[in-house]
């Protein structure tokens, strides 16, 4: 299975944000994106998970699922968390897991997934009231609650301590040792195993 973008130009506002940029990221493998504030990450990520559709250039996922789109496949976490404040942990875990996975997840596999991300004494605690990281965390939690092939992850380790970006990391770690894809924007060094870093140039800004 491989991502595999081509010629990708994109644009945000009237102007190009990504020009021309191919890449390829193989089962198994971590791609990060590196770039300075404003360089285009997010654009990307965005348009990877079909959200955005470029102005020229493709994006495919070659020995996925055929009958799937992209965006079907892939799990994106991003800046906003996505938390229904109205529930509790557990009850948010619940929803994501019925909305990504399309059928009801086993108990267990929403405890493991709570507890890999150190909720387990949470789930009851209305999200509500949960601090930055707790709610990054509840985030995060959504990539074990259903299996998809394509991670793509934007600055996931935002507000988390030290402790909770090495369980991520861990988490991403095992996803592409068991053949997914992993795509991860950040600005701070991690210790992503079989990983390969694109750099995103800044565009200039027309005069
Ligand atoms: N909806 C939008 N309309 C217009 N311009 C946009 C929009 N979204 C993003 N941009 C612009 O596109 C460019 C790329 O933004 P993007 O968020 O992808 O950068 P980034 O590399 O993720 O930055 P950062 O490191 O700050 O998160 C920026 O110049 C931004 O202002």
Known sequence: MQLIAEDLVIERGGRIVIDGLSFSV??????VLSGANGAGKT?????????????SGTVRLDGGDGELTITEQAHVVGHANAIKSSMTVFENAVFWAEYLGGQAASTERIER???HFGLEDLVEFPAAYLSAGQRRRLGLARLLLAPRTLWLLDEPTVSLDIASSDRLVAAVNDHTREGGIAIVATHVPLALERARTLTIASQRMAA
């Open 26 to 31: 193989s089962e198994g493998e971590t791609l």
């Open 43 to 55: 654009t990307l990520l965005r348009t990877i998970a079909g959200f955005i559709r470029p102005a």
């Open 113 to 115: 997934a709570l507890h």
